[in-house]
């Protein structure tokens, strides 16, 4: 009789649980296209399935990955006949491990997408120096136990399915025909040559020589949703990851440093003034010190949708947006980034957000800046910084105490029963706390710098029971924005009836916006805020021009008519034009004029785009001129940023 070729169970094994993966990573990818459905008004269903096609090839190479292990070791065990049934368990063991890890990373990327719109990457490890603080942050926010609640059907599911499939496969007794001659090896051998190749092909996710798939792959289209939707997050996760280990990233290197600098230097209008720093120039007051207090605050997420100056007709901001009619408003702001540390970093000290770094833990970056504290304690100023929970956070308290501030309010100094979640007091006891503070440091008679980072407007939400307070929309996510608001209102009526108000300026800008109706896979809803300057007595302006956060603290130091030497970035927006305004999302770098927005992917792809008609039509082949310019712009600033921090000379002159 002849032998009968026999596909080795491991063969089907490992085939049976590839498939199995397909089928939960697909539900996953369900699962996100359902929660934006909104974002799929007017794409083809062609390019909706296109998108799943993709996906099925991201989830492949992640697959493949994962089996290669148990392969090898199924196919040790297949060599012996199988007869060791603990080098089968553990195979089983490790492929299952791996599939958790996988369903885990699966599950935290729906979150993190619905807040960043962007697939995960090792930037949500930011804050693993923290891991109670962001373990209680989870913990108090119900939005996240759905997610946790799906992981654990899934790895459940997972440790059931494939136990089962290990039993049915490799039951006990189970043998191969033929045993004792050599096709059983032959056979095995044949499938192992077989084998090799095709997991080396789905690994590679391509066919091309060039190149095996890389994330850029995914964007196939013009529409951002099913773009991002075809990637696997593990994919993203993990090649973020190796990305951030090879040294070449460790620093960026965008473009020629030297022809960078003379970019920027061009672009700020720089000349040789003799100083130490290529950026530095000196910045000259036009009249005496006015030696008004400052008061700038951070809110936290508030992004320039949310209000009715930018269009919002819910009525989610009512003070602010008088304080913008009756102060000065400036329309075309934005955030550097999409984190709180890139705004507290970008505001006080004038330089952007490196992609991927965080600026404020980083040894690198452990020199002094020419921040707006320094610079204001040298002209006789008092400076102090609140924040609502730890200051630890972030290296928040020790980075500002090296750079200018002389008091950190954080936690701490707040009551014990104030304190109601990880993210510590409300805003408006924030508020509240700061006015005795602030009457102390008034009474001095020394001028005060006074910053402050507010929280609520970021889960877990807490919105307080106080009196006057009743938020008229129906929404949680409405109702805190609408709490912000009112304690900000509070605020500036308990500022009023102290002495130190008519001699105050109060800034008002966010740490970053926050994602709304997304179009663009870096969308300019998370970094598009406001800016709003108010003191009594201010003649009321509305400012079209460019502006980002760089630029704060050199239009603070303006109005406060104050000479310095400029070391930083950032220009006055009163009196200044910038022609793009610069900002990234971790791995990608946006650059916008008054008609284009160009986004720069990872991989150095990019886009253009006419973001006024919320379009999502590519013009960087139709404007290949403007798209390379203002390419070239953006790199040049953050490839400066690079090299100012690394020769350290971003210190104060």
């Not at 040559?193 to 060039?210: C, D, N, Q, Y």
Request: hydrophobic content about 45%; some cysteine.
């Amino acid at each position: 009789m002849k032998n009968k070729f026999t596909i080795p169970v491991y063969i089907k094994y490992l085939l049976y649980i590839y498939l199995l993966g397909i089928l939960f990573l697909t539900s996953a990818r369900l699962f996100l296209l359902v929660q934006h459905l909104n974002a799929l008004t007017g794409v083809p269903v062609k390019i909706v399935l296109q998108s799943f096609w993709m996906g099925f090839r991201f989830d492949t190479v992640v697959s493949g990955y994962i089996l290669v292990a148990p392969f090898i070791i199924f196919t040790i065990s297949s060599l012996l006949k199988n007869r060791y049934r603990p080098l089968i368990n553990f195979g089983a063991i490790v492929l299952t491990i791996e599939y958790i890890v996988l369903f885990f990373i699966s599950a935290a990327d729906i979150p993190y997408f619905n807040h960043y719109n962007s697939r995960i990457t090792i930037s949500a490890l930011t804050w693993t120096d923290s891991p109670l603080f962001v373990v209680n942050m989870i913990a108090q926010d119900e939005t996240y136990y759905l997610y946790i609640l799906i992981f654990i059907i899934w790895a459940g599911l997972a440790v059931f399915l494939f136990h089962k499939a290990k039993e049915r496969y490799f039951r006990s007794g189970i043998q191969i025909l033929h045993q004792e001659n050599k096709s059983y090896y032959l056979t095995n051998m044949v499938c192992f040559f077989i084998a090799i190749p095709v997991m080396f092909f789905a690994i590679r996710g391509r066919a091309e020589i060039k190149s095996p798939i890389r994330w850029g792959t995914a964007f196939f289209s013009n529409y951002a949703l099913p773009n991002q939707m075809a990637l696997n997050p593990a994919f993203t996760f993990f090649q973020s990851y190796l990305d951030s280990k090879n040294p070449k990233n460790c620093t960026l290197h965008l473009m020629n440093p030297d022809e960078a600098l003379n970019i920027v230097r061009e672009d700020l209008k720089i000349k040789n003034m003799g100083y130490d720093s290529p950026l530095a120039r000196l910045v000259k007051a036009k009249t005496g010190m006015t030696n008004k207090n400052v008061v700038l605050v951070l809110m936290e997420s508030m992004a320039a949708w949310k209000m009715e100056h930018f269009g919002n007709n819910e009525k989610l901001t009512p003070f602010l947006d008088s304080l913008a009619g009756a102060g000065y408003l400036f329309t075309n702001f934005y955030s550097s980034g999409i984190h709180t540390y890139c705004g507290i970093y970008s505001t006080l000290f004038s330089y952007p957000v490196l992609l991927t770094h965080h600026p404020m833990k980083s040894v690198e970056s452990m020199q002094p800046y020419g921040s707006i504290a320094l610079t204001l304690r040298a002209n006789n100023y008092q400076t102090i910084f609140f924040t609502t929970h730890d200051a630890q956070f972030d290296n928040m308290g020790g980075f500002l105490s090296n750079n200018g501030f002389n008091t950190i309010v954080s936690q701490k100094d707040y009551p014990a029963e104030k304190v109601k979640s990880t993210l510590g007091v409300p805003d408006g006891d924030l508020f509240d706390l700061s006015i005795p503070y602030l009457n102390k440091l008034a009474a001095g008679n020394k001028p005060f710098f006074a910053a402050m980072l507010t929280a609520s407007d970021h889960g877990p939400y807490v919105i307080p029971k106080v009196p006057g307070f009743k938020p008229k929309s129906k929404t949680e996510m409405k109702q805190i924005i609408e709490y912000a608001d009112w304690a900000i209102e509070q605020f500036i009526i308990k500022a009023k009836q102290q002495p130190w108000f008519k001699n105050t300026i109060f800034v008002f800008t966010a740490d970053h916006g926050a994602i709304d109706n997304p179009v663009y896979d870096m969308d300019l809803s998370f970094n598009h805020t406001p800016l709003v300057i108010y003191y009594d007595g201010i003649i009321p302006k509305r400012y079209e021009v460019l502006g980002g956060q760089v630029d704060v603290a050199p239009t603070i130091l303006s109005m406060l008519n104050i000479s310095y030497v400029n070391n930083t970035m950032g220009v006055d927006l009163l009196s200044a034009k910038r022609d793009y305004c610069y900002f990234n999302a971790d791995e990608k770098i946006g650059c916008i004029d008054k008609d284009y927005y160009l986004i720069i992917r990872q991989d150095g792809s990019f886009s253009l785009y006419r973001f006024k008609e919320r379009a999502n039509n590519d013009y960087s082949q139709l404007q290949p001129a403007k798209a390379n310019e203002m390419k070239k712009k953006a790199l040049a600033y953050y490839q400066t940023a690079q090299w100012m921090i690394s020769n350290k000379k971003v210190k104060p002159l």
